[in-house]
């Protein structure tokens, strides 16, 4: 009898994607964020698309998108959210000296005859107004800041009701040739309710070398919907052996389940994670 490498459970981790359209779902972004409350904007993008005009040949103007991501947390959870503006008709971004709009106290938003209105701060430094939003979101539980040399961290999150196991990740790295041992983390009264299971993976090539720490990795759920996720990171500097674990498990993760990852304040589809990896890798071997 065979038992299965994953866990199934009825667990409550949302994979975050929410159209903002109406009044109702105003209210639902607001309270599902807290306002965004004491949180931070890490990046803001505009886009303008242009059609060309066949009749006259030119270009015209065809939509303007804008794209703000957030971080901040709420319930004991580090958030990464990236909300899509659609149908832009006004937008300003605008800082003083001494003045920053990447600070959040809580975000205003409104909607009047299908127009959504939002204010990113207080002052109106950050300002959009469109026809409709759309949230993604990645979630996980607080961890202690990343120190100086803590260099890399990569987070999963799915909707599937199954979750991947130390069994069966400890079995996909000797299939890959890159055996591992497993160190469990000792559970504290103060670690977060939905952490699963938490330790380190360390390659058995590294075993008995002084300070090796390996990758971390936590897996955690449940929340407010049914999924599961994951962090893996590289605790002080990074050498290859490490930096080949954390890419290998992060690619076994993404093709075996579907889900969103993050890196930085970046969100990836889950399938579109082998080429964003390798167009990150080419890009850093053209700045060399």
């Known amino acids: 009898m065979r038992t299965s490498p994953f866990v199934s ?14 009044k109702e779902d105003v209210r639902w972004l ?30 015209v103007p065809a939509g303007t998108m804008v ?16 909300l899509t503006m659609t149908g832009v008709t006004d937008f300003s971004m605008f800082e003083q000296e001494g003045a920053d709009c990447s600070t959040l106290g809580v975000i205003q938003v409104e909607m009047n005859d299908g127009t959504l209105r939002f204010w990113f701060d207080p002052q109106g430094e950050l300002y959009v107004v469109c026809e409709e939003a759309l949230l993604e979101e990645v979630a996980a539980p607080s961890l202690e800041p990343l120190s100086l040399e803590q260099v890399a961290q990569w987070t999963f999150q799915s ?16 299939v890959a040739a890159v055996p591992c041992t497993w160190r469990a983390t000792t559970s504290s009264s103060g670690r977060h309710p939905s952490i699963q299971w938490e ?6 090539s590294m075993q008995g070398a002084v300070d090796a720490t390996g990758v971390h990795c936590m897996l955690y759920g449940p929340l407010d919907g049914p999924g599961f996720g994951v962090v893996l990171r590289v605790r002080g500097v990074q050498d290859r052996r490490t930096g080949q674990v954390l890419s290998l498990l992060a690619d076994l993760i993404a093709q075996r389940f579907s889900g969103q990852c993050l890196v930085g304040n970046t969100i990836i589809p889950g399938g579109e994670w082998q080429n964003w990896k390798s167009f990150e890798q080419q ?6």
């Open 9 to 22: 459970r009825c667990v409550t981790i949302p994979l975050v994607k929410q159209s903002i359209k109406s």
């Open 30 to 59: 607001l309270g599902h964020t807290g306002g965004f409350r004491g949180g931070y904007v890490t990046d803001v993008q505009v886009s303008k698309r242009r059609l060309l005009d066949e009749a006259s040949g030119r270009e």
């Open 67 to 82: 794209t703000v991501v957030v971080r901040y947390r709420i319930h004991q959870m580090v958030r990464v959210a990236k």
């Open 159 to 174: 909707g599937m009701p199954d979750w991947p196991t130390v069994t069966w990740l400890l079995a996909e790295l000797d």
């Open 199 to 204: 330790g380190d993976l360390l390659p058995a």
């Open 283 to 288: 890009r850093g071997a053209d700045v060399k």
